[in-house]
T-cell receptor, first 115, second 115 residues
Framework: GAGVSQSPSNKVTEKGKDVELRCDPI?????LYWYRQSLGQGLEFLIY????????KSGLPSDRFSAERTGGSVSTLTIQRTQQEDSAVYLC?????????????FGPGTRLLVL | AQSVSQHNHHVILSEAASLELGCNYS??????LFWYVQYPGQHLQLLLK??????LVKGIKGFEAEFIKSKFSFNLRKPSVQWSDTAEYFC?????????????FGAGTQVVVTP
């Protein structure tokens, strides 16, 4: 039905705390992507999933970042021991399949602020 | 390493003026290029994309882009802008092969159209 949804829309946390960001892709989309958009920066690719599998995790900024996808649907991005430099908008996107050039549909993002 | 560069960070123009936003990519292999737009308060959405064939690509809302391989460019154009074209525009390039890859985005161009 609807497009990609993300929750929460905004998250304020204290440095050192863990946060979980959730993404619900468009129903039937097998590929899912996470990006980060920092102030004044473009979109930085973090990770993608084909089904439940993440073939390339090299885009994750540090080992404090992890992501999983279960049931080929919902995905969570977890940031452990958050730092102030983690403050950004985290965007999720999905596409029908994972093929070169496939159109990605983006969610509204989660705005994370680490104090 | 591949990169996508957008020439202007901010553009201000009047309604009915013509718009051209520059985008250059550095990857020399198979190229898939995209322009995404983010209207105020809305999700990122695809404007147009180049996959193969005709280098002049037409997208939604009267936008078009021309792929010039010799110049590694994919500039976005619109002959006559409207106030509703106020948005942030992102150029992106697919980096990879058929078996792995990711979208690499430029830093974005903020376009403001004044009445």
């Amino acid at each position: 039905g609807a497009g990609v949804s993300q929750s929460p829309s905004n998250k304020v946390t204290e440095k050192g705390k863990d946060v979980e960001l959730r993404c619900d892709p468009i129903s039937g989309h097998t590929a899912l992507y996470w990006y980060r958009q920092s102030l004044g920066q473009g979109l930085e690719f973090l990770i993608y999933f084909q089904g439940n599998s993440a073939p390339d995790k090299s885009g994750l900024p540090s080992d404090r970042f992890s992501a999983e996808r279960t049931g080929g649907s919902v995905s969570t991005l977890t940031i452990q021991r958050t730092q102030q430099e983690d403050s950004a908008v985290y965007l999720c996107a999905s596409s029908l399949v994972w093929v070169r050039g496939e159109t990605q549909y983006f969610g509204p993002g989660t705005r994370l602020l680490v104090l | 390493a591949q990169s996508v560069s957008q020439h202007n960070h901010h553009v201000i123009l009047s309604e009915a003026a013509s718009l051209e936003l520059g985008c250059n990519y550095s990857y020399g292999g198979t190229v898939n290029l995209f322009w995404y737009v983010q209207y105020p308060g809305q999700h990122l959405q695809l404007l147009l994309k180049y996959f193969s064939g005709d280098p002049l690509v037409k997208g939604i809302k009267g936008f078009e882009a021309e792929f010039i391989k010799s110049k590694f460019s994919f500039n976005l154009r619109k002959p006559s802008v409207q106030w509703s074209d106020t948005a942030e525009y992102f150029c992106a390039s697919w980096r990879g092969t058929d078996s792995w890859g990711k979208l690499q985005f430029g830093a974005g161009t903020q376009v403001v159209v004044t009445p």
